[in-house]
């Protein structure tokens, strides 16, 4: 085993062989009652119990992370506001400076991962800003808190045990470490687990460093990104033109069509490449026919894996692009979109006809996407996913 990479069994079989499913379920309660839970469960998973009482030393509920957990943000700006923001050209300048600076770390990142420089770095730069941003809460502190709270326990318990394991590895300080209010760290903002089970030690140190290190993070995010799917040497998305005759009603993401299929379409590269014309691809319009347009290919799946959120995907996508030599992206001049109270009007009148959109927030999301083309289509609108006044008017 290369003694540069960080194997461990996945936590869900080290349960199963201890006969702790059941214990993974726990939560809530007495809160000295659930640590010595915890700790019972790391030690049956191998972990010494001088380790576990290390690592657990002064746990403690932090009611920030609750507030956080409780009112999570969520995107109400739209594609072109939020790439904008997350994608300028200082950010892009500053990522370019990186890619040169550690050429020799995404060499090996793209030689043994088949991950290219760009992908990595639109991660690096819009999760943390290049590492200068990770999070002022304390890790271990935030999955105790999670793990405790009864909202989502089967989530975060796991990843109070995988810390657990960083401690043993001499990865993480429990006292010090900081990170993100959802347990995730360092530069690219990786779960424990995750860490643990794709974690590579870029620097030659014996540790992974996610936080300090840039060679660990950046080899550590390729290793993991090959593991949610990239394929070597295969786009993710590519700007094209679009004519008004399109049947818009094919668009959106999880398409059945080809790349060949859009293109014969009069569907037009930017760059001129059809050379992945044979591969499913989705033509994706975040706002609308007449706003920026994309065609994605399967390593796309590789964003939604990581970030469900749309815009965010379809940001740092194309962001990945512009570190290999892509322009920005055309802004085009789309239709104006719905304040939230009307987009809440809109949700409101797509659920009445028997569409399920989720909450009525006033959110732009999946659901209320493809409720919104279903409806396009009936009205005789062009189906494009964009709502617009003359949808909420037509219903």
């Known amino acids: 085993m290369n003694k540069a990479l960080r194997h461990a069994l996945p936590l869900a079989l080290l ?3 201890t006969g702790l499913v059941q214990a993974q379920q726990q939560c809530g309660g007495d809160f000295a009652t659930f640590l010595d839970g915890v700790k019972a469960e790391s030690i049956a998973s191998g972990t010494p119990p001088e380790i576990v009482d290390k690592a657990l030393a002064g746990a403690a509920i932090d009611q920030k992370v609750l507030s956080r957990d409780r009112s999570q943000g969520v995107f109400r700006q739209t594609f072109l506001e939020f790439s904008s923001r997350t994608g300028s050209k200082a950010r892009l300048d500053m990522g370019l400076q990186k890619i040169r600076q550690y050429a020799e770390v995404f060499a090996r990142a793209e030689q043994e991962y088949g991950v290219p420089a760009g992908v990595i770095t639109a991660f690096w730069a819009k999760e943390t800003d290049f590492g200068a941003v990770q999070g002022d809460f304390n ?8 793990a405790h709270d009864c909202r989502r326990p089967e989530l975060f318990r796991p990843q109070l045990l995988a810390l657990i394991k960083m401690v043993e590895h001499g990865d993480l300080d429990p006292a010090t470490n900081t990170g993100a209010w959802a347990g995730e760290i360092g530069q690219v ?3 424990p687990e995750d860490i643990i089970a794709f974690g590579v030690d870029g620097d030659g140190d014996n540790h992974v460093n996610v936080k300090q ?3 660990d993070a950046l080899l550590t995010a390729a290793r993991f990104i ?9 786009p993710w998305i590519q700007e ?3 004519p008004d005759n399109l049947p818009f009603e094919k668009s959106g993401l999880g398409g059945t069509m080809t790349a060949g299929e859009w293109f014969a379409l009069g569907v037009q590269p930017r760059d001129g490449d059809t050379a992945f014309s ?3 691809a989705s033509l994706i319009l975040p706002q609308g026919r007449k706003g920026p347009a994309f065609i994605t290919y399967p390593n796309f799946n590789i964003y939604l894996e990581w970030n469900q959120s749309f815009i965010y995907t379809t940001s740092a996508a194309y962001f990945a692009t512009q570190f290999g030599g892509a322009p920005a992206y055309q802004k085009g001049n789309p239709e104006p979109g719905l304040d939230t109270d009307q987009m809440m009007a809109l949700q409101t009148k797509l659920q009445g006809l028997g569409h399920d959109v989720g909450k009525i927030d006033g959110i732009l999301g999946a659901g209320t996407r493809v409720a919104v083309q279903k409806e396009q289509q009936r009205v005789g609108l062009p189906a494009d996913g964009w709502p617009t006044a003359a949808l909420l008017n037509a219903l």
């Not at 890790?139 to 999670?146: D, E, P, Q, S, Y």
């Not at 090959?226 to 295969?234: A, D």
């Open 15 to 17: 349960l199963a062989t």
């Open 139 to 146: 890790t271990r502190n935030a999955l105790v808190t999670l």
């Open 189 to 191: 903002q990786m779960l």
């Open 213 to 215: 290190s840039s060679p």
């Open 226 to 234: 090959q593991h949610l799917g990239f394929k070597r040497g295969e």
């Open 240 to 242: 094209v033109s679009i």
């Open 278 to 280: 044979a591969l499913p």
